[in-house]
Protein backbone atom coordinates (compact mmCIF):
# COMPACT_ATOMS: atom_id res chain seq x y z
CA UNK A 1 0.00 0.00 0.00
CA UNK A 2 1.32 3.54 -0.71
CA UNK A 3 1.43 5.94 1.68
CA UNK A 4 2.26 10.09 0.78
CA UNK A 5 4.08 11.84 3.01
CA UNK A 6 2.03 14.69 5.01
CA UNK A 7 3.65 18.49 5.09
CA UNK A 8 4.18 19.70 8.47
CA UNK A 9 3.35 22.98 8.14
CA UNK A 10 0.63 22.54 6.15
CA UNK A 11 -1.57 20.10 8.71
CA UNK A 12 -1.90 18.67 5.52
CA UNK A 13 -3.44 14.93 5.46
CA UNK A 14 -2.16 12.99 2.38
CA UNK A 15 -4.24 10.58 0.22
CA UNK A 16 -2.35 7.79 -1.91
CA UNK A 17 -2.39 8.90 -5.50
CA UNK A 18 -2.84 5.65 -7.49
CA UNK A 19 -5.08 4.44 -5.49
CA UNK A 20 -7.44 7.53 -5.28
CA UNK A 21 -7.09 8.42 -8.60
CA UNK A 22 -8.15 4.99 -9.70
CA UNK A 23 -11.35 5.30 -7.02
CA UNK A 24 -12.41 8.12 -8.13
CA UNK A 25 -12.22 7.60 -11.99
CA UNK A 26 -14.47 3.96 -10.93
CA UNK A 27 -17.28 6.29 -8.82
CA UNK A 28 -17.30 8.33 -11.82
CA UNK A 29 -17.35 5.33 -14.43
CA UNK A 30 -20.35 5.77 -16.45
CA UNK A 31 -20.68 9.57 -16.13
CA UNK A 32 -21.42 10.05 -19.57
CA UNK A 33 -25.00 11.44 -20.51
CA UNK A 34 -28.19 9.51 -19.86
CA UNK A 35 -29.73 7.21 -22.86
CA UNK A 36 -30.23 8.89 -25.97
CA UNK A 37 -27.81 11.22 -24.99
CA UNK A 38 -27.97 15.28 -23.83
CA UNK A 39 -30.84 16.76 -25.70
CA UNK A 40 -29.37 19.66 -28.01
CA UNK A 41 -29.59 23.50 -27.35
CA UNK A 42 -29.59 27.05 -29.34
CA UNK A 43 -30.03 30.01 -27.72
CA UNK A 44 -28.50 29.34 -24.08
CA UNK A 45 -32.04 28.22 -23.35
CA UNK A 46 -32.90 25.78 -20.45
CA UNK A 47 -33.31 21.98 -21.36
CA UNK A 48 -33.87 18.73 -19.38
CA UNK A 49 -30.47 17.69 -19.06
CA UNK A 50 -31.24 14.80 -16.94
CA UNK A 51 -34.04 12.55 -15.51
CA UNK A 52 -32.89 10.59 -12.07
CA UNK A 53 -35.94 8.05 -10.61
CA UNK A 54 -36.17 6.53 -7.31
CA UNK A 55 -33.95 3.71 -6.27
CA UNK A 56 -36.22 2.46 -3.46
CA UNK A 57 -40.63 2.15 -4.38
CA UNK A 58 -41.35 3.62 -0.76
CA UNK A 59 -39.79 6.93 -1.57
CA UNK A 60 -41.85 9.96 -0.89
CA UNK A 61 -42.14 13.26 -2.30
CA UNK A 62 -40.57 14.89 0.19
CA UNK A 63 -37.29 12.59 0.18
CA UNK A 64 -37.08 13.36 -3.47
CA UNK A 65 -37.44 16.76 -2.60
CA UNK A 66 -34.51 16.98 -0.61
CA UNK A 67 -32.82 15.14 -3.18
CA UNK A 68 -33.44 18.52 -5.44
CA UNK A 69 -32.15 20.20 -2.52
CA UNK A 70 -28.53 18.09 -2.61
CA UNK A 71 -28.59 17.74 -6.21
CA UNK A 72 -28.57 21.91 -6.79
CA UNK A 73 -25.50 22.14 -3.76
CA UNK A 74 -23.81 19.79 -6.40
CA UNK A 75 -24.32 22.16 -8.74
CA UNK A 76 -23.46 25.14 -7.18
CA UNK A 77 -20.04 23.41 -6.52
CA UNK A 78 -19.34 22.81 -9.95
CA UNK A 79 -20.08 26.19 -10.91
CA UNK A 80 -23.17 25.75 -12.55
CA UNK A 81 -25.29 27.53 -10.95
CA UNK A 82 -27.70 28.44 -13.45
CA UNK A 83 -28.90 24.99 -13.53
CA UNK A 84 -31.86 23.86 -11.27
CA UNK A 85 -33.01 20.59 -9.96
CA UNK A 86 -36.71 20.11 -8.86
CA UNK A 87 -38.42 16.87 -7.64
CA UNK A 88 -41.58 16.42 -10.35
CA UNK A 89 -43.83 13.38 -11.20
CA UNK A 90 -41.58 11.09 -8.75
CA UNK A 91 -38.62 12.28 -10.40
CA UNK A 92 -36.03 14.84 -9.68
CA UNK A 93 -35.83 16.55 -13.06
CA UNK A 94 -32.13 18.83 -14.07
CA UNK A 95 -32.92 21.93 -16.41
CA UNK A 96 -30.17 24.10 -17.72
CA UNK A 97 -28.30 25.88 -20.50
CA UNK A 98 -25.49 23.66 -21.22
CA UNK A 99 -24.52 19.94 -20.65
CA UNK A 100 -23.85 18.82 -17.41
CA UNK A 101 -20.39 18.46 -16.23
CA UNK A 102 -18.98 14.85 -15.95
CA UNK A 103 -21.97 13.70 -16.99
CA UNK A 104 -25.41 13.13 -15.19
CA UNK A 105 -24.42 9.49 -13.12
CA UNK A 106 -21.64 11.58 -10.89
CA UNK A 107 -24.57 13.84 -9.79
CA UNK A 108 -26.25 10.52 -8.89
CA UNK A 109 -23.53 9.06 -6.81
CA UNK A 110 -24.87 8.59 -3.05
CA UNK A 111 -22.02 10.33 -1.83
CA UNK A 112 -21.98 8.81 1.23
CA UNK A 113 -18.72 9.61 3.30
CA UNK A 114 -16.96 8.06 6.42
CA UNK A 115 -13.67 8.37 8.45
CA UNK A 116 -13.12 4.67 10.27
CA UNK A 117 -10.36 3.69 11.68
CA UNK A 118 -8.37 0.89 9.65
CA UNK A 119 -7.70 -2.64 12.30
CA UNK A 120 -5.86 -4.60 9.86
CA UNK A 121 -5.66 -5.38 5.77
CA UNK A 122 -8.01 -8.89 4.83
CA UNK A 123 -6.94 -11.09 1.82
CA UNK A 124 -8.27 -11.28 -0.97
CA UNK A 125 -12.36 -13.16 -0.21
CA UNK A 126 -12.54 -16.89 -0.26
CA UNK A 127 -14.94 -19.50 -0.63
CA UNK A 128 -16.93 -20.98 1.15
CA UNK A 129 -18.51 -18.15 3.43
CA UNK A 130 -17.93 -17.91 6.84
CA UNK A 131 -20.63 -18.38 9.17
CA UNK A 132 -21.44 -15.92 11.70
CA UNK A 133 -21.05 -12.32 12.17
CA UNK A 134 -17.93 -10.11 11.14
CA UNK A 135 -14.98 -9.77 13.39
CA UNK A 136 -14.56 -6.91 15.79
CA UNK A 137 -10.61 -6.93 15.35
CA UNK A 138 -7.88 -9.22 14.06
CA UNK A 139 -6.96 -12.86 15.08
CA UNK A 140 -3.96 -11.82 15.87
CA UNK A 141 -1.83 -8.87 17.14
CA UNK A 142 0.66 -9.65 14.65
CA UNK A 143 -1.79 -7.90 11.81
CA UNK A 144 -2.92 -5.11 13.51
CA UNK A 145 -2.40 -2.25 11.70
CA UNK A 146 -3.10 -0.10 15.07
CA UNK A 147 -0.30 0.80 17.85
CA UNK A 148 1.92 -0.14 19.02
CA UNK A 149 1.95 -3.07 15.83
CA UNK A 150 2.42 0.09 13.67
CA UNK A 151 6.03 1.88 13.66
CA UNK A 152 6.13 5.41 11.57
CA UNK A 153 9.86 7.06 10.52
CA UNK A 154 8.86 10.87 10.94
CA UNK A 155 12.50 11.48 8.98
CA UNK A 156 10.81 9.71 6.14
CA UNK A 157 7.46 9.10 6.50
CA UNK A 158 7.55 6.08 6.02
CA UNK A 159 6.16 3.15 8.19
CA UNK A 160 6.03 -0.56 8.31
CA UNK A 161 2.95 -0.96 6.95
CA UNK A 162 4.31 -3.05 4.01
CA UNK A 163 5.79 -5.49 6.21
CA UNK A 164 2.72 -6.21 8.10
CA UNK A 165 0.45 -9.15 6.44
CA UNK A 166 -3.19 -9.02 5.48
CA UNK A 167 -4.74 -11.58 8.39
CA UNK A 168 -5.50 -15.24 6.67
CA UNK A 169 -9.06 -15.07 8.85
CA UNK A 170 -10.35 -12.77 7.43
CA UNK A 171 -10.14 -14.35 3.46
CA UNK A 172 -13.53 -16.45 4.28
CA UNK A 173 -15.67 -13.19 4.90
CA UNK A 174 -17.20 -11.57 1.92
CA UNK A 175 -16.41 -7.15 1.52
CA UNK A 176 -19.19 -5.46 2.86
CA UNK A 177 -21.51 -3.61 0.34
CA UNK A 178 -22.14 0.03 0.41
CA UNK A 179 -25.61 -1.05 2.36
CA UNK A 180 -23.76 -2.87 5.33
CA UNK A 181 -21.48 0.10 5.49
CA UNK A 182 -24.24 2.93 5.80
CA UNK A 183 -26.09 0.20 8.03
CA UNK A 184 -23.48 -0.42 10.41
CA UNK A 185 -22.00 2.61 11.85
CA UNK A 186 -20.63 1.23 15.03
CA UNK A 187 -19.70 -2.16 14.12
CA UNK A 188 -17.16 -3.56 12.04
CA UNK A 189 -16.91 -3.35 8.24
CA UNK A 190 -14.66 -5.22 5.52
CA UNK A 191 -13.96 -2.48 2.75
CA UNK A 192 -12.47 -3.07 -0.61
CA UNK A 193 -9.46 -1.16 -2.11
CA UNK A 194 -10.69 -0.60 -5.15
CA UNK A 195 -7.08 -1.45 -7.58
CA UNK A 196 -5.83 -3.13 -4.66
CA UNK A 197 -5.83 -6.85 -6.59
CA UNK A 198 -8.41 -7.68 -4.21
CA UNK A 199 -7.21 -6.23 -1.19
CA UNK A 200 -9.52 -4.89 1.66
CA UNK A 201 -9.16 -3.35 5.04
CA UNK A 202 -11.16 -4.49 8.20
CA UNK A 203 -12.66 -0.82 9.77
CA UNK A 204 -13.69 0.38 13.03
CA UNK A 205 -16.84 2.18 13.83
CA UNK A 206 -17.17 5.61 12.02
CA UNK A 207 -15.20 8.10 13.56
CA UNK A 208 -16.61 11.30 11.35
CA UNK A 209 -19.16 12.20 8.16
CA UNK A 210 -19.09 15.00 5.74
CA UNK A 211 -21.15 16.92 8.38
CA UNK A 212 -18.05 18.44 9.75
CA UNK A 213 -17.51 20.13 6.12
CA UNK A 214 -18.71 23.74 6.48
CA UNK A 215 -21.31 24.73 3.63
CA UNK A 216 -19.44 25.26 0.55
CA UNK A 217 -16.02 24.38 2.01
CA UNK A 218 -14.90 21.91 -0.64
CA UNK A 219 -13.39 23.11 -3.57
CA UNK A 220 -11.44 21.32 -6.43
CA UNK A 221 -8.05 23.36 -6.26
CA UNK A 222 -4.89 22.89 -9.07
CA UNK A 223 -1.13 23.70 -7.01
CA UNK A 224 1.43 23.09 -8.85
CA UNK A 225 1.40 20.05 -11.52
CA UNK A 226 -2.08 18.18 -9.23
CA UNK A 227 -5.48 18.91 -8.82
CA UNK A 228 -6.15 18.88 -5.05
CA UNK A 229 -9.69 18.99 -3.01
CA UNK A 230 -9.17 21.59 -0.14
CA UNK A 231 -11.64 21.21 2.51
CA UNK A 232 -12.69 23.67 5.32
CA UNK A 233 -14.12 22.56 8.07
CA UNK A 234 -16.92 23.65 10.56
CA UNK A 235 -16.05 24.96 13.71
CA UNK A 236 -17.31 21.73 15.10
CA UNK A 237 -16.17 20.00 12.43
CA UNK A 238 -12.85 20.89 13.02
CA UNK A 239 -12.91 20.27 16.50
CA UNK A 240 -14.01 16.71 16.09
CA UNK A 241 -11.42 16.27 13.56
CA UNK A 242 -8.77 17.03 14.98
CA UNK A 243 -10.02 14.84 18.49
CA UNK A 244 -9.78 12.13 15.50
CA UNK A 245 -6.59 12.78 14.34
CA UNK A 246 -4.68 12.79 17.79
CA UNK A 247 -6.28 9.98 19.11
CA UNK A 248 -5.03 8.02 15.78
CA UNK A 249 -1.86 10.03 15.68
CA UNK A 250 0.72 8.15 13.36
CA UNK A 251 -2.45 5.83 12.74
CA UNK A 252 -4.48 4.65 9.63
CA UNK A 253 -7.62 6.30 9.08
CA UNK A 254 -9.55 5.25 6.36
CA UNK A 255 -11.82 7.57 4.16
CA UNK A 256 -14.64 5.48 2.64
CA UNK A 257 -17.06 7.00 0.09
CA UNK A 258 -20.28 4.78 -0.61
CA UNK A 259 -18.61 1.32 0.90
CA UNK A 260 -15.22 1.88 -0.90
CA UNK A 261 -11.87 3.00 0.50
CA UNK A 262 -11.11 6.39 -1.21
CA UNK A 263 -8.22 6.50 0.79
CA UNK A 264 -6.28 5.08 4.04
CA UNK A 265 -3.29 7.45 5.10
CA UNK A 266 -1.09 7.78 7.91
CA UNK A 267 -1.69 10.99 9.98
CA UNK A 268 1.25 12.92 10.07
CA UNK A 269 3.68 11.03 9.52
CA UNK A 270 6.03 13.70 8.91
CA UNK A 271 5.19 15.18 12.67
CA UNK A 272 6.95 13.74 16.15
CA UNK A 273 4.04 15.08 18.06
CA UNK A 274 0.38 16.05 16.82
CA UNK A 275 -0.51 19.07 15.34
CA UNK A 276 -4.23 20.83 14.81
CA UNK A 277 -4.97 20.77 10.74
CA UNK A 278 -6.44 24.14 11.96
CA UNK A 279 -10.27 23.27 10.44
CA UNK A 280 -8.30 22.75 6.83
CA UNK A 281 -7.75 19.21 5.27
CA UNK A 282 -6.47 18.83 1.93
CA UNK A 283 -7.51 15.45 -0.06
CA UNK A 284 -4.46 14.57 -3.10
CA UNK A 285 -4.66 12.40 -6.05
CA UNK A 286 -3.61 11.92 -9.13
CA UNK A 287 -7.21 12.77 -10.94
CA UNK A 288 -8.01 15.39 -13.19
CA UNK A 289 -10.10 18.28 -12.53
CA UNK A 290 -13.44 16.91 -13.24
CA UNK A 291 -13.33 13.92 -10.66
CA UNK A 292 -11.67 16.74 -8.28
CA UNK A 293 -14.33 18.48 -8.89
CA UNK A 294 -17.20 15.87 -8.68
CA UNK A 295 -15.48 14.46 -5.39
CA UNK A 296 -15.14 18.35 -3.97
CA UNK A 297 -19.19 18.88 -4.82
CA UNK A 298 -20.05 15.63 -3.10
CA UNK A 299 -18.20 16.47 0.27
CA UNK A 300 -19.94 20.12 -0.19
CA UNK A 301 -23.42 18.49 -0.73
CA UNK A 302 -23.34 15.86 1.94
CA UNK A 303 -24.85 12.62 0.90
CA UNK A 304 -28.40 12.06 -0.91
CA UNK A 305 -31.44 11.23 1.68
CA UNK A 306 -32.93 8.71 -1.04
CA UNK A 307 -30.55 6.46 -3.98
CA UNK A 308 -31.34 8.11 -7.44
CA UNK A 309 -30.31 6.34 -10.45
CA UNK A 310 -30.22 7.94 -13.81
CA UNK A 311 -33.79 7.66 -15.93
CA UNK A 312 -32.61 6.48 -19.45
CA UNK A 313 -36.80 6.48 -20.35
CA UNK A 314 -37.43 9.98 -20.84
Given at each position: ?????T????GV??????V??L?????????A??????????????A??????????A???????ADA????????S?????????????????????P?P???AA?????????R?????A?????????G??????S???????????T?D????????????????L????????????A?????V??P???G??Q?????P??????V????????????D??????T??????????T???????????????????????T??????FA?????V?????F???TAEHL???????????P???????
Amino acid sequence: MTVVRTPQASGVIGAAPAVVGLLVAVLLAGCAAPTGGAPSRTGGAAAVLATFRPVGAATTTASLGADAVVVRARLRSLGVGSDTATARRGTVVVSGPRPLPGGAAALAATGDFAMRSVLCLAPPYRSPAAGGPLPSGCSSPRYSLEAPNLTVDTTTGNSNVAAIAPDPALAPYPSSSAGDDDAHPTGTVLVPLVGGSGQRYLLGPVLLTSSVVARDGARAVFEPDVWLVDVTLTAAGAVKWDTVAQRYFHQLLAMVVDGRVLSAPLTEPNQATFASFGGRVQVSGTFGRATAEHLAADLDSGPLPSPLAVDGRR
